[in-house]
């Protein structure tokens, strides 16, 4: 073990300590321990000889959490939501529009221009 994994071991004891003492505590010191509970391990983990070992291939790295197969939640199977279908509203504002058209069209022939 050379120097710098000592001096990682000694800061992830300091920060065991730390969390252990502060859990002990409560309040919002006891919040803070447990907010840092999982840092010892993961500062083990920055260990220079194992950083090393990993990038050469020699160890490999601890997996991670894995990502679900498939959806965890399935969407809910209801009726449409409320109001008409979008093909209806879509109908209407064309038969509007014509409509609009023809009459704009009428009454353009009742006040001709010259």
């Known amino acids: 073990m050379t120097k710098a994994d000592q001096a990682v071991d000694t800061a992830a004891d300091k920060v065991a300590t730390f969390v252990r003492d502060a859990r002990g505590a409560g309040g919002l010191k006891g919040k803070l321990?447990?907010?840092?509970?999982?840092?010892?391990e993961f500062?083990?983990?920055?260990?220079?000889?194992?950083?090393?070992?990993?990038?050469g291939g020699r160890r490999p790295a601890e997996p991670g959490p894995q990502a679900p197969s498939g959806p965890q939640v399935e969407r809910p199977r209801s009726k449409r939501p409320g109001g008409p279908g979008p093909w209806l509203v879509i109908a209407a504002a064309f038969a509007a529009g014509y409509v609009l058209a023809k009459t704009i069209d009428w009454r353009g022939h009742a006040h001709p221009s010259l």
């Open 33 to 40: 321990g447990d907010a840092l509970a999982d840092d010892p």
């Open 43 to 55: 500062i083990r983990k920055l260990k220079p000889s194992l950083i090393k070992a990993r990038a």
